[in-house]
Nanobody
Framework: QMQLQESGPGLLKPSQTLSLTCTVS????????????WNWIRQSPGKELEWIGY???????SYSPSLKSRTSISRDTSKNQFTLQLTSVTPEDTAVYYC??????????WGQGTQVTVSS
């Protein structure tokens, strides 16, 4: 079965760029005719899940309007990986970050999440 796992530095200082990688195993990111969207989602303490954005089966990206100016999602299909970059981080970006797969509905396959803390 397909599994997703996040990785990357868990501690950042303000103004740095957050960079996380999601590694997909047990399946291909580009399998056809099944079309998947590859999402990044986060949850800050005491807050609801926040969708950050996705990269789809063709490499097209879409971002949350509130984060679009700071967000970049890319992929490396040869490695079955997709990445999140979030620039100019502040302590408000402290959260558990998840990668997740979706098709035409809500995400149905999630990574376990990785804690990212932004602190000076």
């Amino acid at each position: 079965q397909m599994q997703l796992q996040e990785s990357g530095p868990g501690l950042l200082k303000p103004s740095q760029t957050l960079s996380l990688t999601c590694t997909v195993s047990g399946g291909s990111m580009t399998f056809n005719p099944v079309y998947y969207w590859w999402n990044w989602i986060r949850q800050s303490p005491g807050k609801e899940l926040e969708w950050i954005g996705y990269i789809d089966y063709d490499g097209k990206t879409s971002y949350s309007p509130s984060l679009k100016s700071r967000t970049s999602i890319s992929r490396d299909t040869s490695k079955n990986q997709f990445t999140l970059q979030l620039t100019s981080v502040t302590p408000e970006d402290t959260a558990v970050y998840y990668c997740a797969r979706s098709d035409y509905d809500a995400p149905d396959c999630w990574g376990q999440g990785t804690q990212v803390t932004v602190s000076s």
